[in-house]
Structure formats: C-alpha cells, structure tokens
C-alpha cells in the first residue's frame, strides 16, 4: 500500500512532498531577508570578507535551520486537527459512450 517514501507516524501518513512544505516557507520567509540583509551590508559597507563569515553566515545559519522543526511541527500538527488527507472527488465519473 504504501511506498518507499511513504512513513506512518503516531497514525499519520507522512509523503515525502509534505515534509520539504516547512521548507519551503523557511527559505521565503527567513532565507531572502537574510540574504538581503548581507547584500544591504556588502552595498552600503563593501566590508572585507571576514565581515561577512562574521555577521552574514550566522544570521543566515539561525534565520534557515532554527524555524524548521517549529515549523514542521505547527504543519504536521495543524494536518492532524483538520483531519487532512487527499482530495477526493464526490460523485466523479466517467460518462459513458
């Protein structure tokens, strides 16, 4: 019934597509500000690159990874309270010929 990459987990059916979903609103809403951060710093300051490993890669770092688990968890968790599960169409058939 299910396939590789397929997992069941405390009773729900994990797909591979919805666990990159948490990623995906991490990268858009915590990636480009912090890639626009660096970019305002490298514009407007032109620092050497140690500045940049120094403020840059530690905001970018907290900004991508920490949201993560939170994030899967608050979609995870809001899937199971809403019951959701795949779409079905009602009363759908073929005509026929």
């Known amino acids: 019934m299910f396939e590789w990459w397929h997992w ?3 009773g729900i059916g994990l797909v591979l597509a919805e666990l990159a979903i948490p990623a995906f609103f991490v990268i858009c809403f915590g990636c480009v500000p912090a890639v626009v951060v660096a970019l305002m710093i ?3 300051f032109t620092p ?3 500045v940049h490993l120094v403020t ?10 920490l949201p993560l688990r939170p ?3 608050w979609l ?3 899937q199971f309270f809403y019951k959701a599960r795949e779409a079905r169409q009602i ?3 073929i005509p026929e010929r």
Request: neutral net charge.
């Open 71 to 73: 994030l899967k968890g």
């Open 76 to 78: 995870v968790c809001s």
């Open 8 to 10: 069941i987990v405390l």
């Open 42 to 44: 490298e514009i407007l």
């Open 91 to 93: 009363g759908w058939h």
């Open 56 to 65: 840059s890669l530690p905001f970018l770092l907290l900004t991508c990874t």
């Open 48 to 50: 050497p690159f140690w």
